[in-house]
DNA sequence: ATCAGCAAGGTGGTCGGACCACTACCACCC
DNA sequence: GGGTGGTAGTGGTCCGACCACCTTGCTGAT
């Protein structure tokens, strides 16, 4: 049955590798249930408080769901589920290696922009303009924002690409942003963010991908540079 | 002491979410040793054996590191420790969800590509060519394929961005390419693969960076469209 | 005085069992 | 037929014990 146990790592480890492996072959499919942690621990030879605990690490990883009552479920392995650890990134990074995620994001969001105002749809840019209009109609800077979020999330969504939204949404979690627009709010930006923000939407609704990636890149860019010169004073 | 136990959602997540926060506030410095298994739980009003779930679901997100006989530590915090998960993203993704991943690594590598092209230093460069050479000197798959990884794992590091090199890292991971290179080498890859790399390292000498972007971005688009058309037949 | 070697305490790792909270399902009653 | 209650089964939590490993500091010979 079993051959001569590997032994190495610890038991959580392996286990954590074997229910991997098991997806990765397709012998767990996404969606469908496992058996009971009695009976996973009972087939892996260990005990349940070890198996719980490789459990719990792929629930946080995002590649399992326990239901309490009902059973542990594989998700569907999608974008949204699996990189929404990424989060925790943004959340922990500090100093220079803000800089740094904030440069993947400019790349990101660029690209992500410029792929919207060629795909974008009818519906997606009135949902767009509806945001872009809450944003200049308040100047509660909560609201704003969420409206902000909003935006962006909207026109990554429209880039037809769920992974490169996912990451974006990661890289713009709400305890990130919030650490930054604190400082960033207090210097007049919140004009000149609505003017770039204005500036993309012209660009998504010119369909003209480049001026969308220039005003994107633009609109992360002065965000980065207040950034670092934050760092360096 | 403790205020009105918020009582939202299981034990084990609420221990998460405190450990992040001590982390995120600043209270627990990276390096740095937590107090015991036994103590953390008493202090959160919990188990042991909740509090072990906790710390196991941090450890495999790369923000603790458990040292068995000696203590828990907050990590460095780093790129490569907390993207590490990003690998298992690539080694669960399958279908059309691949063709996503590969185009956001072909956004981030022609972009590391480029910047490396402008940074990169002699010894750098030189450690590129050796990569190049021992690629070009042997035909067994498993040795060319470490030779690329590491050829474009150099490349990354000269680009200056430790962040976008541990997203790239996992992107890149092995399981990911190997199980693309599988079918990618019986089509004579191996000679277009060579010229794709010698006409990036071209760029590099060059110190031209929008000629280092299209290399790079073309050399992964072809993978990338090979297996777009892969999935449609 | 120096240092190799050993011993004890402390730490994370594992185990087994017990009980609770919740869900799903089904037989039962109206 | 449609609620209604119960019941078996599931994940969630807790406890206590023991093991494996590291650290520390003492011991004792050199």
Redesign the pocket.
């Given at each position: 049955m079993d051959e001569t146990a590997p032994q190495k790592?610890?038991?959580?480890?392996?286990a954590i590798e074997r229910i991997k492996a098991m997806i990765a072959e397709g012998r767990l499919e996404p969606g469908q249930?496992?058996?009971?942690?009695?009976?996973?621990?009972a087939q892996l030879?260990?005990?349940?408080?070890?198996?719980?605990?490789a459990?719990?690490a792929l629930?946080v990883l995002g590649v399992l769901e326990?239901?309490?009552?009902?059973?542990?479920y594989v998700t569907q392995l999608e974008a949204g589920d699996l990189l929404e650890t990424f989060g925790v990134v943004a959340d922990l990074s500090r100093g220079p290696q803000l800089v740094e995620l904030l440069e993947v994001r400019r790349v990101l969001e660029s690209t992500a922009t410029a792929l919207a105002a060629a795909r974008i749809t009818a519906d997606q840019l009135a949902e767009v303009e509806k945001h872009l209009a809450a944003m200049n109609a308040t100047d509660d800077p909560e609201e704003i924002l969420a409206h902000d979020l909003a935006f962006h999330r909207v026109i990554a969504g429209a880039a037809g690409n769920d992974t490169m939204a996912a990451i974006l949404e990661g890289l713009s979690s709400r305890t990130f942003r919030a650490r930054v627009w604190r400082g960033y709010e207090e210097e007049g930006a919140f004009a000149r963010t609505r003017r770039e923000h204005a500036a993309i939407h012209r660009a998504l609704v010119a369909r003209d991908p480049e001026a969308a990636r220039a005003a994107a890149a633009a609109h992360v860019g002065e965000v980065e540079e207040w950034l670092r010169a934050q760092l360096g004073a």
């Amino acid at each position: 049955m079993d051959e001569t146990a590997p032994q190495k790592g610890t038991v959580t480890q392996r286990a954590i590798e074997r229910i991997k492996a098991m997806i990765a072959e397709g012998r767990l499919e996404p969606g469908q249930r496992l058996p009971t942690e009695r009976d996973l621990a009972a087939q892996l030879g260990m005990s349940r408080s070890s198996m719980r605990e490789a459990i719990r690490a792929l629930t946080v990883l995002g590649v399992l769901e326990a239901r309490h009552g009902s059973g542990i479920y594989v998700t569907q392995l999608e974008a949204g589920d699996l990189l929404e650890t990424f989060g925790v990134v943004a959340d922990l990074s500090r100093g220079p290696q803000l800089v740094e995620l904030l440069e993947v994001r400019r790349v990101l969001e660029s690209t992500a922009t410029a792929l919207a105002a060629a795909r974008i749809t009818a519906d997606q840019l009135a949902e767009v303009e509806k945001h872009l209009a809450a944003m200049n109609a308040t100047d509660d800077p909560e609201e704003i924002l969420a409206h902000d979020l909003a935006f962006h999330r909207v026109i990554a969504g429209a880039a037809g690409n769920d992974t490169m939204a996912a990451i974006l949404e990661g890289l713009s979690s709400r305890t990130f942003r919030a650490r930054v627009w604190r400082g960033y709010e207090e210097e007049g930006a919140f004009a000149r963010t609505r003017r770039e923000h204005a500036a993309i939407h012209r660009a998504l609704v010119a369909r003209d991908p480049e001026a969308a990636r220039a005003a994107a890149a633009a609109h992360v860019g002065e965000v980065e540079e207040w950034l670092r010169a934050q760092l360096g004073a």
